[in-house]
Nanobody
Framework: QVQLVESGGGLVQSGGSLRLSCAAS????????MSWYRQAPGKQRELVAG???????YYTDSVKGRFTISRDNAKNTVYLQMNSLKPEDTAVYYC?????????WGQGTQVTVSS
C-alpha cells in the first residue's frame, strides 16, 4: 500500500504561483511514476504532469512552460510548481502514484485562481 498526502493548494490571483506537494509513504519502492491530475467542476479528471524516474517528465499542452514537476527522493515527495496561473487552472488537484500492480491517489487539494 502507498499513502499520498497533498498540500499547497489555495486561492491565488490570476498570474500568481502555487507549489503543490505530494508526500508518499508505505511501499514506495514499487512506485514506477508519479503524476498530478486535476478535475474541474463538471469535467473529467485530466492528467496535468507526470514524472518517471528523476528526469522523464510529461506535461499536458495547456500547462507547458508554466508548470514544473519535480521530485525529492530523499523526502519521498513530488512537487508541482505552478506559475502564471489562469482561472481555467481552477480545479481539485490529485496526486497519483503508479505502482507495479495498483494506482494510488491522494485526497486532493483545491486550487482556485481568481480573475
Amino acid at each position: 500500500q502507498v499513502q499520498l498526502v497533498e498540500s499547497g493548494g489555495g486561492l491565488v490571483q490570476s498570474g500568481g504561483s502555487l507549489r503543490l506537494s505530494c508526500a508518499a509513504s508505505g511501499s514506495i519502492l514499487h512506485i514506477n511514476a508519479m503524476s498530478w491530475y486535476r478535475q474541474a467542476p463538471g469535467k473529467q479528471r485530466e492528467l496535468v504532469a507526470g514524472i518517471r524516474g528523476s528526469a522523464a517528465t510529461y506535461y499536458t499542452d495547456s500547462v507547458k512552460g508554466r508548470f514544473t514537476i519535480s521530485r525529492d527522493n530523499a523526502k519521498n515527495t513530488v512537487y508541482l510548481q505552478m506559475n502564471s496561473l489562469k482561472p481555467e487552472d481552477t480545479a481539485v488537484y490529485y496526486c497519483n502514484a503508479e505502482g507495479t500492480l495498483n494506482d494510488y491517489w491522494g485526497q486532493g487539494t483545491q486550487v482556485t485562481v481568481s480573475s
